[in-house]
C-alpha cells in the first residue's frame, strides 16, 4: 500500500475557485514537504511544516499540517491557470526511517478560464 | 544563486553508448541525489551522498555510477545505455540527511533507441 496518499488524484477547477488537496501519511511526520511540477519540467519546492498544527502560506497557496502529524492539506484560494500542474507531498526521510524520499501519488490540477 | 543545475536538458542515446550527466549545487549543500522518474512509478532513489567522498546506492543502482569528489558536483554516468533507462533524471540536494527539504534540477529527459 501506498505509504502517503493524496486526494483527489486529479481536480479540474474553474478560474477563481477554491480548491483544497490532501495527503495521509501512514506514519507520523517529522516534516511534509510540498512541491509542485510543472508539466515537463522539475519539481518546485513550495513549504515545509513541521510542527502538529503549522500553517503556512505562500501567496495564494496555504498548507497545514494537522495536531497527529499524519495529514497535511493544501489550499489554493481563487485558482489562475498559473496553479495548474501536479502537486505532490513528500515526507521527511526519518519518517520512514529511509534514506530516500517519499512521495504522495501526486494530484494533477488544471484551471480553465 | 542558481540552485541546482542539471545539464543536458535533453539527450537521445544508442543502446550500448555510455554518458555522464551532470549536476551542481551552488548551496553548500551535503546532502545530494539522483532520482528518476517513470510514468505510474514515480521518483526513485538511483544513489545519494551525504558528503564529498561518500556515495550510496538507493533503490535502482544497476547500470548507474556515481562520484562525489566535490560538495559541489554529483555526476551520473550510464556505462552501457539500455532502453530500460529511457527516462526523466532528476538531482536533488538537501542541507543535511533529515528534515530538511530537497531542492530539485530542471530534470534531464533521457531516451536510449
Known amino acids: 500500500s501506498q505509504e502517503l496518499e493524496q486526494s483527489p488524484q486529479s481536480l479540474i477547477v474553474q478560474e477563481g475557485k477554491n480548491l483544497t488537496i490532501n495527503c495521509t501519511s501512514s506514519?507520523?511526520?517529522?516534516?511534509l514537504y510540498w512541491y509542485k511540477q510543472k508539466y515537463g519540467e522539475g519539481l518546485i519546492f513550495l513549504m515545509m511544516l513541521q510542527k502538529g498544527g503549522e500553517e503556512k502560506s505562500h501567496e495564494k497557496i496555504t498548507a497545514k499540517l494537522d495536531e497527529k502529524k499524519q495529514q497535511s492539506s493544501l489550499h489554493i484560494t481563487a485558482s489562475q491557470p498559473s496553479h495548474a500542474g501536479i502537486y505532490l507531498c513528500?515526507?521527511?526521510?526519518?519518517?520512514?526511517?529511509?534514506?530516500?524520499?517519499?512521495f504522495g501519488t501526486g494530484t494533477r490540477l488544471q484551471v480553465f478560464p | 544563486n542558481a540552485g541546482v543545475t542539471q545539464t543536458p536538458k535533453f539527450q537521445v542515446l544508442k543502446t550500448g553508448q555510455s554518458m555522464t550527466l551532470q549536476c551542481a549545487q551552488d548551496m553548500n549543500h551535503e546532502y545530494m541525489s539522483w532520482y528518476r522518474q517513470d510514468p505510474g512509478m514515480g521518483l526513485r532513489l538511483i544513489h545519494y551522498?551525504?558528503?564529498?567522498?561518500?556515495?550510496d546506492q538507493g533503490e535502482v543502482p544497476n547500470g548507474y555510477n556515481v562520484s562525489r569528489s566535490t560538495t559541489e558536483d554529483f555526476p551520473l554516468r550510464l556505462l552501457s545505455a539500455a532502453p530500460s533507462q529511457t527516462s526523466v533524471y532528476f538531482c536533488?540536494?538537501?542541507?543535511?540527511?533529515?528534515?530538511?527539504?530537497?531542492?530539485f534540477g530542471d530534470g534531464t529527459r533521457l531516451s536510449i533507441l
Open positions: 506514519k507520523t511526520l517529522y516534516g
Open positions: 551522498s551525504v558528503g564529498a567522498g561518500i556515495t
Open positions: 513528500g515526507a521527511d526521510r526519518l519518517s520512514y526511517n529511509t534514506d530516500k524520499l517519499i
Open positions: 536533488a540536494s538537501s542541507f543535511d540527511r533529515g528534515n530538511q527539504p530537497q531542492h
